[in-house]
């Protein structure tokens, strides 16, 4: 009898991949995980929900990010990390899950950075920003709907500002309060509150009720402190907007954004005639914008980390019943593979289980370690630890029957060196009186029972004891 096992390997692969909100709720952020070092993307995805604290009502999207665009979005789970080059970069993003299936807008950007030409005369030049930004689409698109969600997922980059009502707000008072200012222009927090939320005496941010001090605020004399510059409040939520939108030009493009783009009027009521999948936007900052955003994370999106390979002899080794219990674990096959059934009328996922139900006198046990996909071929170099003597197997038979002895004793190896490319075959032979030989091509050596374990090892063949 023939088995094929495969050889779960130990190898890690450590990879970066930033994550952003689809909602404007929090910064992105760059995480480094490790997954199998040719494992699925299901890994990967297992791997990011956990260390960037995913909720239950949110899922990831991982996607390949190219020049300032989506190249590729990577939704087969089944596909192999290994698709993935070092030099890739890779951005997720957190969509709840009630709109995973929804139509998705992309937003791509360019800003306004200084080029130094000629005499080192500085220059204003548009440049893209690395990393696109996306949001679920909602039923009713407009210019400025794709405005306000564009403006909301810039949150998190906005500089702070702060709205100080102090003696130049007129009225003298010593108990004039300092706030916050949110990036929609609303004034939301007394900065000037130090009562400590806990024993730590950490300061309690809270949303302030409308009364005296919220009217200061409101006060058109009241001044906001921005950098350099200064502006009144009172009308000032009402005029930052207004800002914000002369700050930014929208224009409809495709995935590559290489065609001759469409401008957005803020006013156009009929944009779509069809709602696509993915709508894709071009953004262009004008160069007051830049000023206003901290955009150190749209511009720098953090490749994919080296290959970091755990060492033989520890966690890179696997012992043969490891492997067999990957042979016969139950496992989903893919949706290529579905089945009809004939009671429901629907294609069902089927499952694959393989069982032994008996034992030959000879049994012969190919390690899989070469890996086949469109796109790679890998060989694995995973140490397999196997009994020399005294294999046993009788846990693994389903039926219970009154066969002889499943015992086995190693006779025979067949051992591969190399790679894909090229290589060289040896073998290791048992004779009973003689002790163990090594078969290399016309040179034939005795070898101790010590030294025929290698990670070479690719066919081992046993006889019943």
């Given at each position: 009898m023939y088995l094929s096992l495969p050889v779960p390997s130990m190898a890690k692969r450590t990879m970066t991949v930033t994550v952003f909100s689809t909602d404007g709720s929090r910064e992105p952020f760059s995480y480094d995980v490790s997954v199998p070092k040719f494992g699925t993307l299901s890994d990967l995805v297992q791997a990011l929900s956990a260390a960037c604290s995913l909720g239950g009502d949110e899922s990831l999207l991982i996607t390949e990010v190219y020049n300032n665009c989506i190249i590729r979005y990577l939704e087969e789970p089944s596909d192999s990390v290994s698709l993935l080059r070092d030099g890739d970069k890779l951005a997720a993003y957190r969509l709840p899950k009630q709109y995973e299936k929804s139509s998705l807008v992309v937003f791509t950007h360019k800003h306004f950075a200084e080029h130094s030409g000629v005499d080192n005369f500085v220059t204003p030049q548009m440049k893209e920003f690395e990393a696109p930004l996306l949001a679920s689409l909602p039923e009713a698109v407009n210019g400025l709907t794709l405005q306000e969600i564009y403006l909301k997922l810039l949150n998190p980059f906005r500089f702070s500002k702060i709205i100080s009502s102090s003696t130049d707000c007129g009225r003298g008072d010593?108990?004039?309060?300092?706030?916050?200012?949110?990036?929609?222009?609303?004034?939301?927090?007394?900065?000037?509150?130090?009562?400590?939320?806990?024993?730590?005496?950490?300061?309690?941010?809270?949303?302030?009720?409308?009364?005296?001090?919220?009217?200061?605020?409101?006060?058109?004399?009241?001044?906001?402190?921005?950098?350099?510059?200064?502006?009144?409040?009172?009308?000032?939520?009402?005029?930052?907007?207004?800002?914000?939108?002369?700050?930014?030009?929208?224009?409809?493009?495709?995935?590559?954004?290489?065609?001759?783009?469409?401008?957005?009027?803020?006013?156009?009521?009929?944009?779509?005639?069809?709602?696509?999948?993915?709508?894709?936007?071009?953004?262009?900052?004008?160069?007051?914008?830049?000023?206003?955003?901290?955009?150190?994370?749209?511009?720098?999106?953090?490749?994919?980390?080296?290959?970091?390979?755990?060492?033989?002899?520890?966690?890179?080794?696997?012992?043969?019943?490891?492997?067999?219990?990957?042979?016969?674990?139950?496992?989903?096959?893919?949706?290529?593979?579905?089945?009809?059934?004939?009671?429901?009328?629907?294609?069902?996922?089927?499952?694959?289980?393989?069982?032994?139900?008996?034992?030959?006198?000879?049994?012969?046990?190919?390690?899989?370690?070469?890996?086949?996909?469109?796109?790679?071929?890998?060989?694995?170099?995973?140490?397999?630890?196997?009994?020399?003597?005294?294999?046993?197997?009788?846990s693994y038979i389903t039926t219970e029957n009154e066969q002889p002895y499943n015992h086995y004793r190693l006779y025979a190896i067949s051992s591969h060196y190399g790679n894909m490319g090229g290589g060289h075959y040896t073998a290791s032979i048992y004779q009973e009186g003689k002790g163990w030989h090594k078969f290399d091509d016309e040179c034939v050596t005795p070898i101790s029972e010590d030294n025929i374990k290698t990670a070479a090892a690719y066919v081992l063949f046993y006889r019943r004891e």
């Open positions: 010593s108990d004039c309060a300092v706030y916050s200012m949110d990036a929609a222009g609303d004034c939301a927090v007394n900065l000037m509150d130090t009562t400590p939320s806990s024993s730590d005496g950490n300061v309690h941010s809270a949303q302030l009720e409308d009364g005296p001090e919220r009217n200061q605020c409101n006060d058109n004399s009241c001044e906001v402190m921005e950098g350099p510059s200064e502006t009144y409040c009172g009308e000032a939520d009402v005029s930052d907007k207004e800002a914000q939108t002369e700050q930014f030009g929208f224009y409809l493009t495709n995935e590559r954004d290489d065609v001759q783009r469409t401008k957005i009027e803020m006013n156009d009521l009929d944009l779509l005639e069809a709602k696509p999948n993915r709508l894709h936007v071009s953004v262009n900052w004008q160069h007051s914008a830049s000023k206003q955003y901290d955009v150190s994370m749209l511009n720098n999106l953090p490749e994919i980390h080296k290959l970091e390979v755990i060492p033989k002899g520890t966690e890179d080794s696997v012992a043969l019943h490891v492997c067999l219990e990957a042979f016969l674990k139950e496992e989903p096959l893919g949706p290529e593979d579905m089945w009809y059934c004939p009671c429901c009328k629907k294609h069902q996922q089927a499952m694959k289980k393989l069982d032994l139900w008996r034992l030959p006198e000879v049994l012969v046990i190919h390690l899989k370690r070469f890996s086949y996909t469109q796109f790679t071929r890998n060989k694995l170099e995973t140490f397999v630890d196997f009994p020399i003597s005294d294999l046993d197997l009788s």
